[in-house]
């Protein structure tokens, strides 16, 4: 069951209140304000354990605002506040002990465009465990296999890992992306637009591999892909203009959307 405090009637708040399965990530009243410019309002929603979750909408409606206020990436950004609080597995990712280097290690995430160091693909996938002190080479041996393994990457490289990673193709760089989140052991993959600059087969993998990872991690995705999100995802939240619309099993929200805003923008009639 899920460790969170109590707080009254979360699922009242939902704008679709259908999931039951135990919650991981707990969104609670959560503002967001660029400056005096507010993006999020009143978000109340719980992601589940071990699922896949897309946030969909039209662009500017939030979604990667969100996405990066659970792994703490928008204090890099000026003049940001938020109001409300984010719970992972019961914790504040605001609470002021939270380490946020340590945070973003098990809240890991993977970016539209694969960001490779220009380094091997073996120092690539440690890169973290390295900065962080681990240096026992058969330990770091295991750790590359094992993460590698993990996105799906290992049978094409394994005899290329110390080459550089930058001569691998768009939907390889975004698997080593993936291997070194898992290098982690996150609890949590966020994952903004992955595919979003790969053709259909890389696509294809990276779907796939989302498919297997959720075995293992709890994963948000931002998507822009319809069709993908019906094809990965779990539930669906759909945001506009910074509030959330309506939030549920994908199949609801895809096949019985309740809400015709949330229909318009499935159907693609606005958006
Ligand atoms: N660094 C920033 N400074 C000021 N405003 C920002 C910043 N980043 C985003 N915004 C604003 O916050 C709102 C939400 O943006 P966000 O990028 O979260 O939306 P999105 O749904 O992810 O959009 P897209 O699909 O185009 O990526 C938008 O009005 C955007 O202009």
């Known amino acids: 069951m899920s460790t969170a405090p109590a707080v009254d009637s979360p699922k009242a708040n939902q704008a679709n209140g259908a999931l039951a399965d135990e919650s991981y990530i707990q969104i609670r009243d959560f503002n967001f304000f660029y400056g005096a410019s507010q993006a999020l309002h009143n978000l109340q929603f719980d992601i589940p354990k ?18 990066r206020s659970i792994n703490r990436m928008n204090d890099l950004i000026d003049g940001v506040r938020h109001e409300g609080d984010i719970l992972v597995n019961g914790h504040s990712v605001f609470d002021p002990l939270t380490e946020v280097i340590s945070l973003r290690k098990r809240i890991g995430m ?13 120092e690539n996938v440690i890169y973290s465990l390295r900065v962080s002190g681990r240096n026992k080479k058969s330990e770091l041996d295991e750790i590359v296999e094992t993460s590698l393994k993990g996105a799906a990457l290992w049978d094409e490289v394994k005899d290329r890992l110390n080459e550089s990673a930058l001569g691998l193709s768009g939907g390889q760089m975004q698997r080593l992306c993936i291997a070194r989140a898992i290098a982690n052991q996150p609890e949590v993959i966020l994952m903004d637009e992955p595919c979003s600059a790969l053709d259909p087969i890389a696509t294809g993998k990276i779907e796939e591999l989302i498919n297997e990872l959720k075995n293992h991690y709890t994963i948000v995705i931002v998507t822009h892909n319809m069709q993908q999100a019906a094809r990965v995802s ?22 019985k959307p309740k809400n015709s805003q949330t229909e318009a923008y499935i159907t693609g009639r606005f958006g």
């Open 50 to 67: 071990e699922q896949v979750t897309a946030f969909i909408g039209p662009s500017g409606c939030g979604k990667s605002t969100l996405l």
């Open 110 to 122: 993977v970016f539209q465009k694969s960001n490779p160091f220009p380094k091997s693909i073996y």
């Open 234 to 255: 779990d539930n669906t939240a759909f945001f506009y203009l910074g509030k959330l619309i309506e939030y549920g099993t994908t199949e609801d929200i895809f096949f």
